[in-house]
């Protein structure tokens, strides 16, 4: 039985990729329009209205279409990659580095000037986020996409469709072009990294509750009610950013390095076939 068999409707990448705009006019639509009923000084107002009533929206539509098109358990889960031959445990230091980031972070938020409340909202709305971009990205569109190409394709389709996500409420909030080309191109690679967190691991939970935190540290260290807001805030390099930065640069070496192995992995997988 083929990939494209094991679901009751065919795995279609321009199925997906409507399920994935279907997402972002909840989540940057809705979610800008309600977000923008309350002044932006009213920080926790505003992410509330921005993300408890869209997100939970866009994630019930998330699975029901997964309901409807029955493309079964390959959007949760897969084989871990080291389990794989080669085994390339070396690719183990991708998760590892995008888990210690936001944990390099918590330093730099000033907790005294964070109530709880707010932080439990950070958390439940950013909880969310991860749930839904995770799952429709890293699971519905890699899994689309998978069933038609190797992974160097997945990989950069996933990446990229990762970054384009964010673009329209960066427009919606009037972000320079300059800025929105270099949100782009930070957030394509780390839909590269985020790829490689689902494959080495082989769970779509293990990324959806990595996203869940490092978004719930950026909200908390700007103490923002917006993406764009939280992603633009600057830092003083103080030891804790200069650990951050360090990772930061680690990461990027591992993830470059990544796509030469995925390349490497389709040649294997061609001559296999």
Do not use: C
């Amino acid at each position: 039985m083929t990939t494209l068999e094991v679901g009751r409707r065919p795995r279609s990448i321009w199925v997906a990729l409507a399920v994935v705009v279907v997402y972002i006019v909840f989540a940057a639509g809705l979610g800008n329009l309600f977000g923008g009923l309350v002044d932006e000084n009213q920080v926790a107002a505003e992410f509330a209205l921005g993300h408890l009533i869209p997100l939970p929206l866009a994630i019930v539509f998330l699975l029901l279409f997964l309901r409807w098109s029955g493309w079964g358990s390959d959007v949760w889960r897969e084989k871990p990659t080291p389990t794989l031959t080669p085994r390339r445990w070396w690719l183990v230091a991708i998760p590892i580095l995008v888990a210690l980031l936001p944990i390099s972070q918590l330093g730099e938020i000033p907790w005294a000037a964070r109530s709880a409340g707010f932080i439990a909202l950070i958390a439940l709305g950013t909880l969310m986020v991860g749930f839904g971009e995770e799952l429709v990205v890293r699971g519905i569109l890699l899994t689309a996409v998978r069933a038609r190409h190797g992974e160097f394709a997945t990989l950069l389709t996933t990446s990229a469709v990762f970054g384009a996500a964010h673009i329209p409420g960066s427009v919606i909030e009037g972000v320079p072009v300059a800025f929105i080309a270099i949100q782009f191109t930070a957030l394509a690679g780390v839909g590269v990294a985020y790829y490689w967190v689902r494959r080495v691991t082989g769970r779509l939970w293990v990324g959806i509750v990595i996203h869940a935190a490092t978004d719930w540290v950026l909200y908390l260290d700007a103490d923002a009610g917006t993406p764009t807001v939280s992603l633009g805030n600057n830092h003083d390099m103080t030891p804790g950013t200069w650990i951050t930065a360090t990772l930061q640069f680690l990461l990027w070496i591992a993830t470059a390095t990544s796509i030469v192995s995925v390349i490497r992995e389709d040649r294997r997988n061609r001559k296999r076939a």
